[in-house]
């Protein structure tokens, strides 16, 4: 089982920039999939970024192409979410998520506490 802990989330102004980091505590070396979702009140949960710890093309949404990127170290114990040129629309909750199962687009079966990101115009 893998434990994941996001952090660096925080309040900044529009076209800020933010870094988050999902620190995960375990059995990570089988890990086949990290990911970033966001949920935003009254909105469904939605994945922002996902990664295939071999090293594929990441995924992202539409919404944050071109200003969002992720990342993991090189220990793939520590996944990032850089997010660049924020707009107030990225408001929302952070998730970390993992999967030992193949395929990114599946379920992920562990998941952080989460960390609120508040942009304001």
């Known amino acids: 089982q893998v434990q994941l802990v996001e952090s660096g989330g925080g309040s900044v102004q529009a076209g800020g920039s933010l870094r988050l980091s999902c620190a995960a505590y375990g059995y990570t070396y089988s890990l086949y999939c990290m990911a970033w979702f966001r949920q935003a009140p009254g909105k469904e949960r939605e994945a922002v970024a996902t990664?295939?710890?071999?090293?594929?093309?990441?995924y992202y949404a539409d919404s944050v192409k071109g200003r969002f990127t992720i990342s993991q170290d090189n220990a793939k114990t520590t996944l990032y979410l850089q997010m660049n040129g924020l707009k107030p629309d990225d408001t929302a909750m952070y998730y970390c998520?993992?999967?030992?199962?193949?395929?990114?687009?599946?379920?992920?079966?562990?998941w952080g506490q989460g960390t609120q990101v508040t942009v304001s115009s």
């Open positions: 990664l295939y710890t071999g090293g594929d093309t990441p």
């Open positions: 998520a993992a999967t030992y199962v193949a395929g990114c687009s599946g379920d992920f079966a562990y």
